[in-house]
């Protein structure tokens, strides 16, 4: 079974520093994907960036960047630059390769941004 | 395109009551997932569809049931409401080659039961 860890409940950081939450997790599958969700207070899941498990380098999607370390199986969100609307709370998860391919999710980072 | 769509925002029900959460995409998508998120936790599977005519169990199904009669829509069925179920229900889409099956998700159902 796969399983996500998010050891941060919250996190602070001041306006246009950087902020990197983390996130582990397990499975015994050798390939999968890894994504990152943004949800602010008004509740919509919005996609951020995405990693597959066979990917060399990080994958970076503007601000966004994910530290990966396979072997060490965590998969850091690393934001640049933080900014006010930054502010909500942020999910890991993990795809399965095969069969349902669904999502298995973390139990989030809430972050706020300071002016 | 409107991506994925769900009706209603908001629902209260009472205590054994059932509704339907309608969900719709129009991206052509062939998987269709639905996940329901209680406060201050991840999300969890409920059921999933990776085409018309074919759906199966996530990790929390009991008290739900789903149909897929087309690729847009996959109803959520709540039959017999309990507080348990007070929830928000989310929708999700994707396509099933790898690469691109990044899931979109809609805006979510507010569900209080009473």
């Known amino acids: 079974a796969q399983k996500i860890t998010q050891t941060q409940p919250g996190m602070f950081v001041q306006e246009k520093e950087a902020v990197t939450l983390d996130c582990t997790y397990d499975t015994s599958d050798q390939s999968y994907g890894l994504f990152w969700y943004k949800q602010p207070s008004s509740g919509e899941m919005i996609f951020l960036i995405y990693?597959?498990?066979?990917?060399?380098q990080n994958a970076t999607e503007g601000r966004y960047s994910l530290n990966f370390q396979k072997a060490r199986k965590s998969a850091n969100l690393v934001i640049s630059a933080s900014q006010l609307g930054d502010s909500a709370m942020y999910f890991c998860a993990m795809r399965e390769i095969t069969g349902r391919r669904a999502l298995t999710f973390g139990s989030g980072t809430r972050l706020q941004v300071q002016p | 395109n409107a991506g994925v769509t769900q009706t209603p925002k908001f629902r209260i029900l009472k205590i054994g009551q059932s509704m339907t959460l309608q969900c719709t995409q129009d991206m052509n998508h062939n998987y269709m997932y639905w996940y329901r998120q209680d406060p201050g936790m991840g999300l969890k599977l409920i059921y999933y569809s990776v085409g018309a005519g074919i759906t199966d169990k996530g990790e929390v199904p009991n008290g739900y049931n789903v149909s897929r009669s087309t690729t847009e829509d996959f109803p959520l069925r709540l039959e017999l409401a309990a507080p348990s179920q007070t929830s928000v229900y989310f929708c999700a889409s994707s396509y099933s080659e790898i690469g691109r099956d990044t899931q979109y998700f809609g805006p979510g159902t507010r569900l209080t039961v009473l």
């Open positions: 990693q597959g498990s066979y990917d060399e």
